[in-house]
């Protein structure tokens, strides 16, 4: 059974930094795009940023610049590496990977909060 675990979440002050990562296991199948979704409350759910796996990323226009998405094919494991963060970006980020021959997979989501 494929599993996304991510890890990293919690309370940073605005202008601080937070290290997000989220590995696939249960699968021998090639995981193809990972990338970051997040959910804030009252708001839809969000694409932040996705690479595939020959690296090409894409971000949402509000984290240029201060996040950067990567990843570690032998591990199947993405990052997101979230610098200068602010209150807007507090919300639930989600981990997704689109495994080949198989399907799309979400994990549970860590809770990032900005707040001073």
């Known amino acids: 059974q494929v599993q996304l675990v991510e890890s990293g979440g919690g309370l940073v002050q605005p202008g601080g930094s937070l290290r997000l990562s989220c590995a696939a296991s249960?699968?021998?199948?090639?995981?193809?795009?990972m990338g970051w979704y997040r959910q804030a409350p009252g708001k839809q759910r969000e694409l932040v940023a996705t690479?595939?796996?020959?690296?090409?990323?894409n971000y949402v226009d509000s984290v240029k610049g201060r996040f950067t998405i990567s990843r570690d094919n032998d591990k199947s494991t993405v990052y997101l590496e979230m610098n200068n963060l602010k209150p807007e970006d507090t919300a639930v980020y989600h981990c997704?990977?689109?495994?080949?021959?198989?399907?799309?997979?979400w994990g549970q989501g860590t809770q990032v909060t900005v707040s001073s």
């Open positions: 997704y990977a689109k495994i080949t021959a198989v399907g799309n997979y």
């Open positions: 249960g699968t021998s199948f090639t995981v193809d795009t």
């Open positions: 690479i595939s796996r020959g690296g090409t990323r």
